[in-house]
């Protein structure tokens, strides 16, 4: 019952605040912040996996994974996929940097 005055109240409110410049920060902000929780939970399905497959392993596969760093690869590039999403997310507003 709430839902239908609701959304419609929320769609009407949206639209007349879409013209100013406040509206607009708040739009990008919102979608900024889906689309970070996406890749937020996206990335932490992908370690969990990582994880849950790696206990499995014998002590001695165990001392390997440990020896070769690979919790410090993985690492590695779960947090490159996620400055790469970042920054493809900021979009044009990254210039680039010039040193002189």
């Given at each position: 019952m709430w839902a239908a005055v609701f959304f419609p109240a929320?769609?009407?409110?949206?639209?007349?605040?879409?013209?100013s410049l406040?509206?607009?920060?708040l739009i990008?902000?919102?979608?900024?912040?889906?689309?970070?929780?996406?890749?937020?939970?996206?990335?932490l399905a992908m370690k969990n996996a990582a994880?849950?497959?790696?206990?499995g392993l014998s002590a001695d596969?165990?001392?390997?994974?440990?020896?070769?760093?690979?919790?410090?690869?993985?690492?590695?590039m779960f947090s490159a996929v996620a400055a790469s999403m970042a920054i493809r997310a900021i979009g044009g507003s990254v210039k680039k940097m010039v040193f002189k």
């Open positions: 929320l769609v009407g409110a949206l639209a007349t605040a879409v013209g406040a509206g607009r920060v990008a902000l919102g979608i900024g912040f889906v689309t970070y929780k996406g890749v937020d939970v996206s990335i994880v849950s497959s790696v206990q596969a165990l001392a390997l994974v440990g020896f070769l760093w690979l919790d410090k690869a993985l690492s590695m």
